[in-house]
């Protein structure tokens, strides 16, 4: 996957997570309360791996990364919860919870992949 892949499909899980926090938002008390958690987690991932791009070095971008994909793991807590509150029907949030495992998975492939190659003198 080429890296403006990566950084547009962050971006775009962003918008996506913003958007429904807007509408969690909208109900108070523990929805309230989720919508923060997800809005934090959420759009994390894409800033990070934008600050990725930007690394100074090959141990930066790997943090950078690495982060990105503990924020993914995170997001795919987050995004649980509301269906198994019944806060949210889970046809709803499906298709962010299948795009923040495959995140996961992608992000995981990247910072391994990245250890594995050796810097170049």
Known sequence: ??????RERTFQFSVRVVRLCQSLDSVTGAS?????QLLRSGTSIG????EAHGSQSKADFV???????????????????????ELMPTTKLSPLLNESNQLV????SIVKTAKQNKPTP
Do not use: F, G, Q
């Open 1 to 6: 996957m080429p890296e403006s892949d990566i």
């Open 32 to 36: 309230r309360t989720l919508a923060n």
């Open 47 to 50: 800033a990070n791996v934008e």
């Open 63 to 85: 943090a950078k990364m690495y982060i990105a994909c503990k924020e993914a793991r995170e997001t795919h807590y987050w995004l649980r919860l509301p269906v198994a509150t």
């Open 105 to 108: 998975a992608i992000l995981t």
